[in-house]
């Protein structure tokens, strides 16, 4: 069975935000709400300077997602590896509601560690 590895779920909202969010870090999240039992993911995301900036940018976006989960990165390209695993994991587009593969910062030359999406490149 798939797994964020992340912390939460908390509720999207900016005083949550900044209570579990406590340091200025590349890093990981996953949108979505919940039941008593299970995290529905719908989209996953990371941020390659500052997560709880990035996260703070959906608040009042869509109803839909009510809730976070969270993870810090040792790296921009951490970030970015971890999101392409838990991109693929959770069902990518067809599941979620990313519209596209994760993408890597122009001029990185990173891959994806789960497909070959940035090999013709």
Known sequence: ???????????LKNDNIDEV???TSAGNYA?????EK?????????????VKVRLKSWVG???KYKEFKFSYATSPKAAFEK???????FGGSDKLDND??????????????????????
Not at 31 to 35: A, K, P, Q, T
Not at 41 to 50: F, K, Q
Not at 83 to 89: M, R, S, T
């Open 21 to 23: 969010i406590t340091k």
């Open 100 to 121: 596209i593969h994760p993408d890597r910062p122009e001029g990185s030359g990173w891959k994806c560690p789960m497909c070959k999406v940035f090999d013709d490149e």
């Open 38 to 50: 299970t995290f529905y993911v719908r989209y996953v995301g990371r941020a390659d300077e500052n």
């Open 83 to 89: 999101e392409c695993q838990n991109y693929h994991d």
């Open 1 to 11: 069975m798939a797994s964020l590895n992340m912390q939460g779920p908390y509720t």
């Open 31 to 35: 949108l979505g709400d919940s039941d």
């Open 61 to 63: 976006k869509k109803d």
